[in-house]
T-cell receptor
Framework: DVKVTQSSRYLVKRTGEKVFLECVQDMDHENMFWYRQDPGLGLRLIYFSYDVKMKEKGDIPEGYSVSREKKERFSLILESASTNQTSMYLC?????????????FGNGTRLTVT | GQNIDQPTEMTATEGAIVQINCTYQTSGFNGLFWYQQHAGEAPTFLSYNVLDGLEEKGRFSSFLSRSKGYSYLLLKELQMKDSASYLCAVLDSNYQLIWGAGTKLIIKP
């Protein structure tokens, strides 16, 4: 069974802080994704990666960066946290490129920026 | 633009049947997913449709009409544990997922 693990369930950070959200998957999946989920909105894609050291911008990359140094790990970085980045962040993975496999999600990190 | 529409909230009674609709307008189509998300938890995969018709999986069924840009998720013999949000997502021509805002389903005894 695929397991996607996000390092923190809840985080509280101050405006201007650098924030790292970590995600690890254990099924050798090629694809990894970072989404944010806000009430009344669909999941919005921040960044994704189809391979190690590869990254692509999603729909809302501003204020975020990512790192994928190893296949199993995909990190989301908020360079200087702002209150409008208060949200639920979901990491997901799937097996291969350009495929229709379902996503496997982590349990999410609820980030509050004060 | 690309758009997925689904009702914000629905209420149904334990033991009954409920149909959650999803309409979409996307750049191309490579399939439609339904996910279930309990409050505070990760979305989990329910179904995938790429051809027209009904796919049945136990108490849950999913229907697709590509010509109408329409899908529904049918839940039978509702149980209290079915209280959750149901997310519709379409895979577009670039194999990017477009997500609806989700339908919160409330089950009453």
């Amino acid at each position: 069974d695929v397991k996607v693990t996000q390092s923190s369930r809840y985080l509280v950070k101050r405006t201007g802080e650098k924030v790292f959200l970590e995600c690890v998957q254990d099924m050798d999946h090629e694809n990894m994704f970072w989404y944010r989920q806000d009430p009344g909105l669909g999941l919005r894609l921040i960044y994704f990666s189809y391979d190690v050291k590869m990254k692509e911008k999603g729909d809302i990359p501003e204020g975020y960066s990512v790192s994928r140094e190893k296949k199993e790990r995909f990190s989301l970085i908020l360079e200087s946290a702002s209150t409008n980045q208060t949200s639920m962040y979901l990491c997901a993975s799937s097996p291969g490129n350009m495929d229709n496999s379902p996503l496997h999600f982590g349990n999410g990190t609820r980030l509050t920026v004060t | 633009g690309q758009n997925i529409d689904q009702p914000t909230e629905m209420t149904a009674t334990e033991g009954a049947i409920v149909q959650i609709n999803c309409t979409y307008q996307t750049s191309g189509f490579n399939g439609l997913f339904w996910y279930q998300q309990h409050a505070g938890e990760a979305p989990t995969f329910l179904s995938y449709n790429v051809l027209d018709g009904l796919e049945e999986k136990g108490r849950f069924s999913s229907f697709l009409s590509r010509s109408k840009g329409y899908s529904y998720l049918l839940l039978k013999e509702l149980q209290m544990k079915d209280s959750a949000s149901y997310l519709c997502a379409v895979l577009d021509s670039n194999y990017q997922l477009i997500w609806g805002a989700g339908t919160k389903l409330i089950i009453k005894p």
